[in-house]
């Protein structure tokens, strides 16, 4: 066995042994590093050094697969593994880390118990049968007293790992005890928006990547991939190198926006309005491709003026059973209606009357709602001038195929939903989705195959209770209520999550959540400050300490966690703890034990796998597999129609729903929401009075030396970026009397942030930035997460973290 | 007998420090101690930028030991611990090395050195990083050794393969055929402190 992991003469030598994914690692682009071993797992003799298949999985939007180099029992190193395709092969600073984070000093080692106040951290180490058994009685004694829903099961994005992560066992846990599962309101209002179009529920809006390179243009919105996500950056600087024009639309003159062709600033939260003003404009000049909207929208079919609903043949003929439903348009060849599925020719605008009901084309309210936006008022509010604004519209519509960059930026406003809807109806009426080079990208999530998760979640019949948006916890914890009817929820199960870290508005936590949670359970690997307001802390074993599974997103691949070391100290698999914990509360016959190789097995179970030859034994033989199989590249829309019920871009949605319905107040929304319309922001909005008081737009930074939390505390990273900072324009720092390095605070009504204040004329006036993940203990005082708000869009039901005012100034000490 | 040298395309450059990370961890350095390092061009301070919103600019420069033609700190090491290999790796040998310091008073790139004063210090137990990685010791100096003992086996340095960017292309410069002499002849470049007659083999694509 070799060290030699990127020695090419060692892979000609394997290529020659006739491995098909060696051969595709050979052919990949320049650059790719071949990897050294196709061996599987087993004992080495002392000083040999080995390498395991390891998908990095802490969702930062890459799926970086490594080779965790082990030597006598230990991982020494990780290297970026070759993917099939080269383009997508790669690394970042920090899962090279990933050694130090398994050998980390303060990696969680054994179980314990609380032995102060919450989070006063002091502990008292204790077994895992005593762990258990605690466990186990207090959440039947809480079931006993209060009923199922009372145990919360709180699971997040700190493993993307099928079996162990979040969306594996835990899952099974939260089903057999019918608990209340927390409702994921993490980056949910961007795809919640492009489904009202595109359908393909929250993540499904996204292309391939390496479909840049079919773009002509592609406008970064919002994001940040050069910090954010390298990988994607460099198939968009790659792209850029073949000639693709990027334009960068930000707040923030960021890195990626450095390394653009264009920069776009704009002001916080208007990226909504200038969509709806380039939409305006591209109608006004005609910039619309009708034939595309004719034949791949909504646009044309006609909506019903009585109830706002489609004209559908289900109107006045019952349908045969299996027959599937059609729409009206009108055939403007033969001045009559006619059904969509059979029209060539359908009329884009006018009123018609069917059948005695009065109807107008779906694309003729469209156009009437976004002729409402005012082209003076967008170029005030948004801060750009109209004359770029035409230009914009110009660029995205009339430039042959252009593509949008976005992630959850926008998202993080209240309207940010509003914008993802608006985003696919200008790709639909310009031509630019469905297509090569168009589309709405960012995030792509495979959809291509599907697991068997009900065979894994699904047990004693029991299922979780779902609807209560994480934005909304806190206030069912402090009223102990839902639907206006009692719902006491008193104790809590966190795994793969730092939810109190990562939840907005962190001092609800201690106003709201802490004092009415009985009894919390957290496993983790590290001392978050969900652990550190814990009741019971449990070690989870890391990520090469078990076989796990990880479909990627960002890339096409379905890729095996080869298992490289068992787990250290006393730690347990995540999918380990949930079953002992189940056991122990009587649910045995729910939780046999199978391996984790055998619940890869259970999720790779449904035919589709088998048709596809995309079978277990071949994933254990190769480790990368590309599961992706309608498209290359993949790009939604074109392989096969939209999944809406027209197969289109639904320009017109005539039954939008709540992403969740907790009770919250949805009045006149569904009406309004049918299409786009530009709604302000909540709190960041110049017109709100509170801009008074907190003149500055807050930011979360995506820092690259964290993932949301993740990476905290490894040290090698924090030589590098040891602490948190305040950034700000020095125009506003001048303003309040502060200079570089000074400790200042961030604060409003909400809480505060303490930190060093860095200045930089990369960041807008009026707006103050500080990266997300930091823990409460590394501040001077407060948290970055204080600041923040959990009111939320009804309909989105997703944290608003950037809707939110502050202002700076210097730290005159205090908590 | 080759000439190594590496070219670094700054316009790819994105500042993301794996290529450190790499370098950290594949040669099991110490705590606080960096062989590669990641400037932000014209402040101190990482990822400013400079200039005016919006017309701010941020641009990264990262630097390593420049493997010199004319190596200043060959000359000025008073024990021969500084030598410089007959490919152009200039070396440093830890048992031989005193830690005076002559290297980094004569070598005019500034950061690509340190100077261990202590018992090297890690944040794990044991030797992370390749087996051969080099050992550290204290009272010495340490700086980039462009991975001589994976280039000894015909590998190439750590920071190479790692890059996100693709930036790092490492090769021999008087091979005519190699990609570095291909991209040198191909792209516009600058070398750091050309005026100090160092010759260093580090050459930043423009």
């Keep these: 066995m070799s060290k030699d992991v990127f020695n090419l003469t060692m892979n000609r030598r394997q290529f020659l042994k006739g491995s098909a994914a060696a051969a595709a690692m050979l052919t990949a682009a320049p650059g790719v590093i071949a990897e050294g ?15 395991y298949n390891s998908p990095c999985r802490s969702n930062c939007f890459q799926s970086c697969t490594l080779n965790a180099h082990v030597r006598d029992g230990k991982v020494t190193m990780m290297t970026p593994k070759a993917y099939p395709n080269g383009d997508y092969t790669g690394c970042c600073l920090k899962g090279l880390t990933i050694p130090q984070r398994t050998y980390s000093a303060t990696r969680i080692k054994y179980p314990m118990k609380r032995a102060g106040e919450r989070g006063e951290d002091k502990w008292e180490r204790i077994t895992w049968d005593e762990a258990i058994k605690t466990i186990a009685e207090k959440f039947m004694e809480t079931q006993k007293t209060y009923g199922d829903q009372a145990i919360v099961v709180d699971s997040g994005s700190g493993n993307y790992g099928l079996v162990h992560g979040v969306q594996g066992m835990v899952n099974r846990f939260a089903y057999a005890l019918g608990a ?45 991939p050069v910090h954010a996500q390298p990988q994607s950056w460099r198939i968009l600087a790659k792209a850029q190198s073949m000639g693709v024009k990027l334009v960068c639309i930000d707040p923030i003159k960021s890195a990626t926006a450095s390394k653009c062709d264009e920069f776009v600033p704009i002001q916080p939260g208007t990226d909504l309005l200038l969509t709806m003003a380039m939409m305006r404009v591209m109608i006004e000049n005609g910039w619309i491709d009708e034939a595309s909207m004719k034949a791949r929208s909504t646009s044309p079919m006609l909506v019903r003026r009585d109830n706002g609903l489609y004209l559908k043949k289900s109107d006045f003929t019952a349908l045969a059973e299996g027959e599937e439903e059609d729409f009206y348009v009108w055939d403007a060849d033969a001045n009559a209606a006619a059904f969509s599925s059979a029209c060539a020719n359908p009329a884009l605008e006018g009123v018609y009357t069917v059948e005695g009901v009065e109807c107008e084309t779906a694309y003729a309210l469209l156009k009437a709602r976004v002729m409402e936006t005012d082209l003076d008022y967008a170029a005030e509010k948004t801060g750009i001038a109209k004359e770029k604004i035409v230009e914009l519209a110009d660029l995205y519509a009339r430039s042959g195929a252009t593509g949008v960059y976005a992630n959850y930026g926008i998202d993080h406003y209240q309207n940010g939903h509003l914008w993802g809807f608006a985003l696919a109806c200008m790709a639909s009426i310009s031509g630019n989705i469905g297509r090569k080079g168009c589309g709405l990208s960012g995030l792509f999530v495979n959809s291509s195959i599907t697991f068997d998760y009900a065979s894994m979640y699904v047990s004693n019949g029991k299922v979780p209770n779902g609807v209560i948006p994480q934005t909304a916890i806190g206030q069912v914890f402090r009223e102990q209520q839902l639907f206006g009817k009692p719902y006491p929820i008193r104790a809590m ?194 017109e709100n009075p509170l801009f008074e008081k907190y003149p500055l737009v ?14 905290f505390n490894v040290p090698v990273l924090r030589e590098l970026d040891p602490e948190p900072y305040i950034r700000m324009n020095p125009d506003d720092a001048a303003a309040r009397g502060l200079v570089e390095g000074d400790i200042a605070e961030m604060y409003n009504d909400r809480g505060h942030a303490v930190a060093r204040l860095r200045i930089d004329p990369a960041v807008r006036p009026g707006v103050a930035t500080m990266p997300k993940g930091w823990q409460r203990e590394q501040f001077i005082a407060g948290c970055y997460q204080e600041m923040t708000n959990t009111s939320s869009d009804p309909m989105a039901c997703n944290f608003a973290y950037f809707d939110a005012l502050v202002d700076v100034r210097k730290y005159e000490g205090g908590n | 007998m080759a000439k190594y040298g590496m070219a670094i395309d700054l316009k790819a450059c994105i500042g993301c420090h794996t290529c450190s990370v790499a370098c950290k961890t594949a040669n099991n350095l110490p705590k606080d101690m960096w062989w590669l390092r990641i400037k932000t061009e014209g402040t101190d301070v990482m990822d400013n930028s400079t200039g005016v919103y919006p017309n701010a600019e941020l641009k990264y420069m990262p630097i390593n030991c420049m493997h010199c033609d004319n190596a200043p700190c060959v000359a000025a090491c008073p024990t021969g611990a500084t030598a410089k290999r007959e490919d152009g790796i200039v070396t440093m040998n830890a048992d031989m090395c005193i830690g005076c310091g002559a290297c980094v008073s004569a070598c005019p790139y500034e950061g690509v050195r340190t100077l261990n004063t202590e018992e090297p210090a890690y944040d794990v137990e044991f030797a992370l990083g390749a087996a051969d990685a080099p050992k550290h010791k204290a009272n010495t100096v340490e700086k980039c050794t462009l991975c001589a003992n994976r280039v000894d086996k015909g590998e190439k340095p750590y920071c190479i393969d790692v890059c996100p960017a693709r930036c790092r292309v490492f090769g021999d410069l008087d091979d005519p055929e190699s990609e570095i002499s291909k991209l040198l002849r191909e792209r516009q470049y600058t070398r750091l402190a050309e005026d100090k007659g160092t010759g260093p083999n580090i050459f930043y694509l423009i």
């Design chain 1, 37 to 51: 071993t196709l061996e599987t797992a087993g004992a080495e003799p002392a000083g040999e050094e080995k390498l």
């Design chain 1, 180 to 224: 209340t599962k927390i409702n994921v309101c993490y980056d949910q209002a961007f795809g919640y928006g492009t489904d009202r179009a595109i359908g393909g529920s929250v993540w499904l809006h996204g292309n391939e990547p390496v479909d840049y390179y079919n773009s002509k243009v592609v406008f970064i919105w919002g994001s940040n």
């Design chain 1, 493 to 686: 199960y966190t795994s793969c999550s730092n939810s109190m870290s990562n939840f907005a508005q962190q001092n609800q936590w201690f106003d709201d959540i802490l004092p009415n949670l009985d009894f919390w359970v957290v496993a983790d690997v590290e001392m978050t400050d969900c652990c550190r307001y814990a009741d019971i802390v449990l070690p989870a074993a890391f990520w090469l300490e078990v076989d796990d599974l990880r479909s990627n997103y960002n890339n096409p691949y379905l890729t095996y966690q080869e298992k490289a070391i068992d787990p250290l100290y006393e730690s347990k698999p995540d999918g380990e703890i949930v079953r002992l914990i189940a056991h122990a509360m009587g649910l045995g016959e729910f939780f046999p034990e199978k391996s984790d190789k055998e619940w890869m097995q259970v999720l790779m179970g449904l035919p589709l796998f088998g048709q596809l030859g995309l079978t277990f034994d071949r994933l254990m033989e190769e480790k990368i597999l590309r599961s992706v199989w309608n498209g290359d590249p993949f790009v939604r829309g074109e392989t096969a129609p939209f999944p809406t019920p027209q197969g289109r871009v639904r320009i017109y949605n005539e039954n939008p729903l709540p992403r969740t319905n907790w009770g919250q107040d949805l009045t006149g929304l569904a009406e309004k929401e049918r299409m786009p319309y530009f709604k302000a922001p909540n709190e960041a909005w110049s």
């Design chain 1, 698 to 711: 807050y930011i979360q930074d995506h820092s690259r030396f964290r993932s949301h939390s993740q990476w």
